[in-house]
């Protein structure tokens, strides 16, 4: 608890009355002093009597970068009290409306502002102060509170359909190998089978034209599609940004995606809420790398160093900026134009905002 600059100023001219009494008589001293030394008592007494507000912070959505998301925080009196709500925006976000208020606190208020989200990772909100004051603003006391809330940046997801016919095939054929592909057994034909299960060349060495069909096996985890990462210097924003656009170009093309990066993995999945969960890992994804063994298994490699980025499917590199129509993109720009967004990447993106996590 301490006394405001106005609460000073009360003071100093309270002083310098008591000091023109000795010149003026007491009527100075009761006509300036009495009232103020009451006003600042009085201050004092509301101020300290005042209990500390109970604090609730509303959970902050996930998002891509560029989007704006409410900060909301539920604030509880006792009793009706002058404030200054004031809230700090961490690194990575920023603030697109006022985060502090001067309000009046009175039962349930709720303070809110928005912030942008600017930088992959996980951001944080806080800490929260506020600071009560009396009615004619002589006296103040702070509150604490140091909990702050994080909320999570998704990497930027980049348009992969803008790169070369040739490689944007190469990745689509990862996902359009059948999801089911190991073989198990033949068997005969059945009415109804589809004749793209017909193996001819089995059929052909049976009498009278009998055909058979293959069987695959019945276990989900086949033939799902597992995209590792890994970032060899730092510049885990590209890895994570490519691994992230591979990986929900293979779950709308239908695949069962999975993934692997230094931070951890997520096993074969698909749908919105395992995008998300792919997204969220990518969003702490930093430098690292992969053991070897993982990085063989994986049907699609994504792998950031001194070079670049390269997505690597059956042993075919294929350059990320090239795949992403980045380099296209960068020949046509006109002369003294400039295409590029905040990341230093070109527009040829999704936003951040694939239709699948909408």
Not at 76 to 82: K, L, Q
Not at 126 to 155: C, H, K, M, N
Not at 195 to 224: F, I, N, Q, S
Request: with cysteine; aromatic share 4%.
């Amino acid at each position: 608890m301490r006394l405001t600059r106005r609460g000073w100023a009360a003071v100093a001219v309270a002083c310098g009355a008591v000091a023109l009494s000795w010149q003026s008589g007491p009527r100075a001293l009761n006509a300036v002093v009495v009232p103020l030394v009451v006003v600042l008592l009085a201050g004092l007494l509301t101020v300290a009597r005042a209990d500390r507000p109970r604090v609730v912070r509303q959970p902050v959505t996930d998002g891509f970068i560029r989007e704006d998301r409410a900060v909301e925080v539920a604030i509880e009196t006792d009793g009706t009290v002058a404030a200054t709500v004031r809230d700090t925006v961490g690194d990575g976000l920023s603030a697109t409306t006022d985060p502090h208020a001067d309000t009046t606190l009175d039962g349930e208020e709720t303070f809110g502002y928005d912030v942008r989200l600017e930088a992959r990772g996980e951001r944080r909100v806080g800490p929260l102060s506020i600071t009560v004051t009396d009615v004619l603003g002589l006296v103040e006391r702070r509150f604490a509170y140091e909990e702050p809330t994080s909320v999570l940046v998704y990497p930027r997801v980049r348009d992969l359909s803008q790169g070369p016919a040739a490689d944007v095939e190469t990745l689509a054929s990862v996902a359009d190998r059948r999801a089911n592909e190991e073989f198990d057994h033949l068997r005969e034909y059945r009415r109804g089978d589809p004749l793209r299960d017909v193996h001819w060349k089995t059929a052909a060495k049976r009498p009278e034209d009998d055909l058979v069909v293959t069987e695959y096996t019945d276990d989900d985890d086949t033939g799902a599609v597992t995209v590792a990462a890994d970032c060899l210097v730092d510049r885990s924003d590209e890895m994570a940004s490519a691994a992230a656009s591979v990986a929900t170009y293979l779950l709308e093309r239908g695949a069962t995606v999975g993934l692997a990066t230094p931070e951890g993995t997520q096993p074969p999945g698909s749908g919105r809420a395992h995008h998300r969960e792919l997204l969220q890992l990518l969003a702490v994804a930093g430098p690292g790398e992969l053991a070897d063994r993982t990085r063989r298994d994986a049907d699609v490699l994504v792998r950031t160093d001194e070079a670049g980025t390269t997505v690597v499917v059956d042993g075919r590199e294929l350059a990320f900026d090239r795949l992403c129509g980045l380099e296209r993109a960068e020949r046509e720009k006109p002369e003294g134009g400039n295409r590029t967004g905040n990341d230093g990447h070109g527009d040829h993106d999704t936003d951040g905002r694939p239709g699948m996590t909408a």
